[in-house]
């Protein structure tokens, strides 16, 4: 089965900082590539995906990165600001059909104001 | 659009007993996927529901089962508890498109459980 690896487990920054959370998968054959933001007391939410066809993502201030032969992906937050400050996973998984992704342990991120 | 709601949100219960949480799919969507998280850690895929059926299942021994309900709500139950259950017990429903493409996951908050 799929396995995926993420570093760091823990992310201090100042607020401007920029912020890189990496990820590794096992599987070849996974294509699709979200990350989700967990803020104390809810649940995961998704903040920005990235399928196998797409080397690069933006979303204002968040950058996905995919290096398929490489198998490892990254998340990029520029200009963090405090309520950056949350745990953030990414997982893998193969598109559409019984959609299971594998999730990574979780970067716990701190911005310090 | 109603998210994703569980109940209870925190429950302690004793080794051995049983316990059953349940979780509303948000509008729309008609498949449900339960997960364990326990402190520190990602999710862990225990299973999915689809048309009311098992539709995958994660490395979870058979005491944990589920069911979907006609309206995509869902439970799940957890029988013998043990101490290592203790966790945070996450629903996320989707939209099962085949195919097609990825079915993003909406999440709950989860059900807190400890198990004394």
């Known amino acids: 089965g799929e396995n995926v690896e993420q570093h760091p487990s823990t992310l201090s920054v100042q607020e401007g900082d920029s912020a890189v959370i990496k990820c590794t998968y096992s599987?070849?054959?996974?294509?699709?590539f979200p990350w989700y933001k967990q803020e104390l007391g809810k649940g995961p939410q998704l903040i920005i995906d990235?399928?196998?066809?797409?080397g690069e993502k933006k979303d204002q201030r968040i950058a996905v990165t995919l290096n398929k032969t490489a198998k490892h992906f990254s998340l990029h937050i520029t200009e963090t600001q405090p309520e950056d400050s949350a745990v953030y996973f990414c997982?893998?998984?193969?598109?559409?059909?019984?959609?299971?992704?594998?999730f990574g342990r979780g970067t716990s991120l701190i911005v310090h104001p | 659009e109603t998210g994703v709601t569980q109940s209870p949100t925190h429950l302690i219960k004793t080794r051995g007993q049983q316990v059953t949480l349940r979780c509303s799919s948000q509008?729309?969507?008609?498949?449900v996927s339960w997960y364990q998280q326990a402190l520190g850690q990602g999710p862990q895929f225990i299973f999915q529901?689809?048309?009311?059926?098992?539709?995958g299942r994660g490395n979870f021994p058979p005491r944990f089962s589920g069911l979907q309900f006609p309206n995509y709500s869902s439970e799940l139950n957890v029988n013998a508890l043990e101490l290592d259950d203790s966790a945070l017990y996450l629903c996320?429903?989707?939209?099962?498109?085949?195919?097609?493409?990825?079915?993003?996951?909406?999440f709950g908050a989860g059900s807190r459980l400890t198990v004394l």
């Open positions: 509008s729309g969507h008609n498949t």
């Open positions: 529901y689809y048309r009311e059926e098992e539709n």
């Open positions: 990235i399928r196998s066809n797409v």
């Open positions: 599987d070849s054959a996974s294509n699709y």
């Open positions: 997982a893998a998984s193969i598109s559409g059909g019984s959609y299971i992704p594998t």
């Open positions: 996320a429903s989707s939209l099962f498109r085949g195919a097609s493409g990825a079915n993003v996951l909406t």
